[in-house]
């Protein structure tokens, strides 16, 4: 029989992005019926997870209608994803009230994201490449490329709009705040390591180094000796 190990990694980001990186996927047509959303061995009712449209889609659905729809899975997706939902019945939203609820899920999904064997911040492309290589002891042909400019990045939002959208997904602001404070010193204790690492390997190399002078240093006094003995002896021969 083979055994395989498994590890588990995701990647995060701002939620604001992601959140109108959403909107815009869904309003080109994109949806998610095939997911079942499988959760203690069933999916959820349509009581339970109603839908935010009628029809096949929500093609050309405005932001303000992508706000407005209460029941909406962007909201709060990162954190819903990551944490554990049986501990909070589900989908079913009775199960418990909304601030015990909010308060599970959001540890669940920290707790979850620091058990991880890696995660990366999309905003942080080349140091989510560097812990990567150092966390699997690979290295990647080529390095990540930030792109700054995306879809979400070129929607012109104001200051009310931002807020809200904040507000909306306010747990998973509180993972990615949490997520970023871990990124960042993964990223400084990786470094520091490698650092010392390089430290005693060049400390060996001068080592090995000393070592090799000194079994060198014998062996040329010898053979200065030899040269010296030679010399004499020749210098007699010629005497004589």
């Given at each position: 029989?083979?055994?395989?190990?498994?590890?588990?990694?995701?990647?995060?980001?701002?939620?604001?992005?992601?959140?109108?990186?959403?909107?815009?996927?869904?309003?080109?047509?994109?949806?998610?019926?095939?997911?079942?959303?499988?959760?203690?061995?069933?999916?959820?009712?349509p009581?339970?997870l109603?839908?935010?449209y009628?029809?096949?889609d929500?093609?050309?659905?405005?932001?303000?209608?992508?706000?407005?729809?209460?029941?909406n899975?962007?909201?709060?997706?990162?954190?819903?994803?990551?944490?554990?939902?049986?501990?909070?019945?589900?989908?079913?939203?009775?199960?418990?009230?909304?601030?015990?609820?909010?308060?599970?899920?959001?540890?669940?999904?920290?707790?979850?994201l620091?058990?991880?064997?890696?995660?990366?911040?999309?905003?942080?492309?080349?140091?989510?490449?560097?812990?990567?290589?150092?966390?699997?002891?690979?290295?990647?042909?080529?390095?990540?490329?930030?792109?700054?400019?995306?879809?979400?990045?070129?929607?012109?939002?104001?200051?009310?709009?931002?807020?809200?959208?904040?507000?909306?997904?306010?747990?998973?602001?509180?993972?990615?705040?949490?997520?970023?404070?871990?990124?960042?010193?993964?990223?400084?204790?990786?470094?520091?390591?490698?650092?010392?690492?390089?430290?005693?390997?060049?400390?060996?190399e001068?080592?090995?180094?000393?070592?090799?002078?000194?079994?060198?240093?014998p062996?040329?006094?010898?053979?200065?000796?030899?040269?010296?003995?030679?010399?004499?002896?020749?210098?007699?021969?010629?005497?004589?």
């Open positions: 029989m083979c055994f395989r190990n498994f590890y588990y990694i995701t990647m995060l980001r701002d939620p604001v992005s992601r959140y109108l990186s959403e909107w815009k996927h869904v309003q080109r047509g994109a949806t998610w019926k095939t997911s079942l959303h499988m959760c203690d061995g069933r999916s959820p009712t009581d339970e109603p839908t935010c009628e029809g096949e929500w093609s050309g659905v405005s932001l303000q209608d992508f706000m407005d729809c209460s029941y899975l962007a909201n709060n997706r990162q954190v819903r994803m990551l944490a554990d939902l049986s501990l909070v019945g589900c989908y079913n939203l009775t199960f418990m009230n909304e601030s015990e609820r909010n308060m599970i899920l959001l540890q669940s999904a920290k707790n979850n620091k058990n991880m064997a890696f995660f990366g911040l999309t905003e942080f492309q080349r140091k989510t490449q560097y812990l990567f290589e150092r966390t699997f002891n690979l290295k990647f042909i080529s390095p990540f490329t930030q792109f700054n400019v995306t879809r979400a990045s070129n929607v012109d939002i104001d200051e009310d709009v931002r807020q809200r959208i904040e507000e909306l997904n306010f747990l998973d602001m509180q993972l990615y705040e949490y997520a970023k404070d871990l990124f960042l010193q993964r990223f400084q204790y990786s470094k520091q390591e490698e650092h010392q690492m390089n430290r005693l390997k060049r400390r060996e001068r080592r090995l180094l000393r070592e090799q002078r000194a079994h060198q240093w062996k040329e006094e010898a053979a200065a000796a030899q040269v010296s003995v030679t010399e004499d002896y020749n210098s007699q021969v010629a005497r004589w």
